[in-house]
């Protein structure tokens, strides 16, 4: 796993305040309640600050962070763009 992938995860057990995202990368984290719209600011923000990268709620798909795999792959092209 990435240091991108790592710092990710920590980050996004912060904000969802739960470690299974970490045990499992296929969580859907909408559907099992693990996110909600507030979390998902606030991960906008933290992922701001941990990354310094910019996410817009205009630019957020809740498709592409649907589960921690896919909000790993999206954040790690943001970096890469």
Same mark, same amino acid.
């Given at each position: ?26 969580? &859907? ?21 941990? %990354?310094?990268?910019?996410?817009? &709620?205009?630019? %957020? ?6 589960? &921690? ?13």
């Amino acid at each position: 796993m990435s240091t991108t992938s790592t710092r990710l995860l920590e980050v996004l057990k912060n904000v969802a305040e739960t470690d299974e995202v970490e045990r499992n990368l296929d969580l &859907p984290l909408y559907d099992s309640q693990v996110l909600d719209s507030m979390k998902t600011v606030d991960l906008m923000v933290a992922i701001s600050e941990e %990354f310094g990268i910019e996410i817009s &709620p205009a630019e %957020f798909e809740r498709e592409k962070w649907a589960t &921690p795999r896919l909000l790993i792959a999206d954040v790690e092209q943001r970096l890469a763009s």
